[in-house]
């Protein structure tokens, strides 16, 4: 059955979560007068279109649709390759607990949720989008209010046609809620034309990812990647490294390491590679280990404590899971050069000011 997708202007937003303000911005607010047919779904664009636009079945095909990228696939990242990869073995370890639940829970669910995103011609890998949303948990709530496997709104679950009131919430359907977050992926698809702008934009709104891309005239994530919250930066990882590691990584799940001479081939294929050398004697001298409780901005330290941001990102190679809350510990041990611990301390409660306006400015 093929979908209808009609477009409206765009609505004032009052009373509204940060969160629910982003959903409604894409499909209108809560109590706007909605009539959703089997087949037609009325949404609000991010930005005003000033009049009605539709979206033909054929515009929505999968024929445009790309693959989603997974860690290894170096000719999609390119020179983000090695981060990426660096990232999905560190996002192993440190959620490594979390992960084996998931991995027992995606057994009784994921063959359901496979076959609607088929349905819906989307790629297979969009499933582990759920994965890092609730955690395969249809009870889960949010503070703001959304609801289920797929982490929905109630006013984006209601104009995708989900039922949502008092008595009953499709929303904890784990069938009927997968079908919604397709319509609503495949939406956004059509939108971005990018899978990991539409994870954003899944997280933030579509409003925020747009934007970024007319500040930076780029459609490219990693280009406009530090203009997104803090937050949308991590769930596009988080996503990123779920994927690689539940469909190539998935032996070690259990135990969270992987072997040291382990990497993703081109396609994702595990291949082989010289282990990392560990920090040099000398380094190791040079070093000193402060315990952070609050993300410092990795260019507030740089340039406020003359660090070489080369020589910090070494020391500090799982610094980004910390900084974007992709790990659960609630401290950080940052290695820093033994001459800049004085100042360090003389001015952390200022790095930590100068931290926070730098991630404010990313949400604005």
């Known amino acids: ?3 209808k ?21 894409t499909f209108g607010t809560p109590g706007f007068t909605r009539v959703i047919s089997s087949d037609t779904v009325v949404i609000c664009p991010t930005i005003d279109s000033g009049a009605f636009k539709s979206i033909s079945a054929q515009e929505l095909s999968a024929k445009q649709i790309k693959p989603v990228p997974l860690a290894g696939n170096s000719s999609y990242f390119g020179a983000h390759s090695d981060y990426v990869n660096d990232f999905c ?7 490594q607990k979390t992960l084996s639940i998931v991995q027992q829970r995606s057994l009784r669910h994921f063959a359901l949720m496979h076959n609607v995103l088929k349905k819906h011609e989307l790629p297979k890998e969009l499933i582990y989008l759920s994965v890092i949303e609730s955690a395969l948990n249809n009870k889960a709530v949010s503070n703001a209010g959304a609801v289920g496997p797929w982490q929905l709104m109630s006013g984006t679950a209601e104009l995708m046609g989900l039922t949502v009131n008092g008595k009953r919430d499709d929303r904890t359907d784990w069938y009927k809620s997968t079908n919604a977050a397709a319509k609503y992926l495949k939406y956004l698809y059509k939108e971005l034309g990018d899978w990991l702008l539409v994870i954003a934009a899944y997280n933030s709104g579509p409003v925020p990812v747009k934007r970024a891309m007319a500040r930076t005239g780029s459609n490219n994530f990693w280009d406009i990647k530090k203009y997104l919250p803090r937050e949308t930066q991590g769930h596009v990882l988080a996503f990123v490294a779920t994927a690689s590691i539940f469909e190539n990584m998935s032996p070690y799940i259990a135990s969270g390491v992987l072997p040291a001479n382990f990497r993703f081939g081109k396609e994702g294929a595990p291949a082989l590679e010289k282990p990392k050398p560990k920090f040099s004697p000398e380094e190791l001298k040079q070093m000193a280990i402060v315990h952070i409780k609050e993300p410092l901005d990795v260019d507030v330290l740089v340039q406020q404590l003359g660090l070489n941001r080369t020589q910090l990102e070494r020391w500090n190679p799982d610094y980004e899971l910390f900084l974007l809350g992709a790990t659960d510990d609630e401290t950080y041990a940052l290695r820093i050069p033994k001459e800049k611990l004085n100042d360090f301390i003389a001015g952390k409660e200022n790095l930590a000011r100068l931290s926070r306006q730098m991630f404010s400015q990313q949400t604005m």
């Open 89 to 95: 073995r560190s996002y192993l370890k440190s959620r």
């Open 5 to 25: 997708l009609f477009l409206l202007s765009s609505l004032v937003l009052t009373g509204l979560s940060a969160t629910a303000q982003q959903q409604a911005r």
């Open 1 to 3: 059955m093929h979908i």
